[in-house]
Structures are given as C-alpha cells and as structure tokens.
T-cell receptor, first 116, second 112 residues
Framework: SAVISQKPSRDICQRGTSLTIQCQVD?????MFWYRQQPGQSLTLIAT?????????ESGFVIDKFPISRPNLTFSTLTVSNMSPEDSSIYLC?????????????FGEGSRLTVL | GENVEQHPSTLSVQEGDSAVIKCTYS??????FPWYKQELGKGPQLIID?????GEKKDQRIAVTLNKTAKHFSLHITETQPEDSAVYFC???????????FGAGTILRVKS
C-alpha cells in the first residue's frame, strides 16, 4: 500500500494568484499522477510526473498553467498558476504501489481549491 | 480514445436493499475495470476490480460483473449499510497499470 499526504487540504485563493500543492508519499515510487476533480465531476488526469524528467501532460493541460516538480522519488508539487474561478476543483495526487509502477492506484485525500 | 459512461448519477436505497451501478466503455481493447469509492473529504479508494478474462468477481457484499461483448460492467452491493453511502467511480484501462479513464461517478445514499 501507499500513504499519501497532501498539503494544503483546502484553500481559498484570489483570482490571478498561484498556489502550489505538495504531495508526499511514504515510499519510493516511479510515477506520481496529478488528477483534477471539478465539482460534481469525475477524475481527469492532468499529468504524470517522473523523477528526473519533465512531466507528461494530458490533452487540454499545459505546463505553463500546471507546472509540476518531482525532485525525488517520494515528493511532487503541482502549481495552479494565474487562477480563475474555473480552477476551483479538488486536486488529487496519486501513485501506483509496488515496483515498476504497475500496482494498485492509491490517492491522497485531495486539495480543495476555491478561487474567488 | 476511451470513453466511460456511468449510470445512474445518483442512487438512493433503503438500508438492507441492493444497489447496482452500471458502466459502459467504448474501447474494445480495454481489459481492466476497477471500481473506486470516495467518501466525503477523502480520496478515492479501490474497492474491487475485474480483468477481462473473468465474467464476475465477488468480495463479501460487493460483486462486479463484466460483459465484454456488450462492453459493459456493473457493481453490485448487497445488504447495503449506511457506511456504503459515498461516491462510486468506475474506470477502464488497456491493461493493469495503464492510464485509467473514469466514469462520471454515482452518488449512493443508503437510508436507514
């Protein structure tokens, strides 16, 4: 299994500002994933973060808006830049347990952002 | 790409009754189908999964069925309890460990 801690758990932000979300895992993992869950919606993959390389972004998401860092095998950050009310969502960090990145997908508890 | 549709969007049942949530998928190459439960204020948690080489899988009060021909799979919860109240997501992928595409979610309310 994997225990994932996210900070902040929630925040209220002003339009035009940026916020960085931190994700800490209790074990070393190859890949970390960032998802967005808009109010009442499903989970959408934003990007996959590998240690030592640039993140891979899904269609509709760009690095300028969602820069990601992955400095080591247990930590990642996602920044939501130049926020607008449409960015109000829950942002979830997730990892696959087990070596090789093919195990069960575990999620953090999420960071709920409200943009005014 | 893959598209997963999930129904119903909300489901209310009486405690002790059964609940069924259905999903259809579009990519015939998908062969891994997990179900996640998300309680209020928490991240989704895997509750059961099925691979395409079997048609049904059970774990206590929870079961999942898969019809590959029709490209649909369902979650069955028997003897529902108030603690089953949550949002349930289905998902599909081409292989265990590959990118998951999630359904829109079902809010299940179990009334006591």
């Amino acid at each position: 299994s994997a225990v994932i801690s996210q900070k902040p758990s929630r925040d209220i932000c002003q339009r035009g500002t940026s916020l960085t979300i931190q994700c800490q895992v209790d074990s070393q993992v190859t890949m970390m994933f960032w998802y967005r869950q808009q109010p009442g919606q499903s989970l959408t993959l934003i990007a996959t973060a590998n240690q030592g390389s640039e993140a891979t972004y899904e269609s509709g998401f760009v690095i300028d808006k969602f820069p990601i860092s992955r400095p080591n095998l247990t930590f990642s950050t996602l920044t939501v830049s130049n926020m607008s009310p449409e960015d109000s969502s829950i942002y979830l960090c997730s990892v696959r347990a087990g070596g090789g990145g093919t195990g069960e997908l575990f999620f953090g508890e999420g960071s709920r952002l409200t943009v005014l | 790409g893959e598209n997963v549709e999930q129904h119903p969007s909300t489901l209310s049942v009486q405690e002790g009754d059964s609940a069924v949530i259905k999903c259809t998928y579009s990519d015939s190459a998908s062969n891994y189908f997990p179900w996640y439960k998300q309680e209020l204020g928490k991240g989704p948690q895997l509750i059961i999964d099925i691979r395409s080489n079997v048609g049904e899988k059970k774990d206590q009060r929870i079961a999942v069925t898969l019809n590959k021909t029709a490209k649909h799979f369902s979650l069955h919860i028997t003897e529902t309890q108030p603690e089953d109240s949550a949002v349930y997501f289905c998902a599909a992928s081409r292989g265990y460990g590959n990118k998951l595409v999630f359904g829109a979610g079902t809010i299940l309310r179990v009334k006591s």
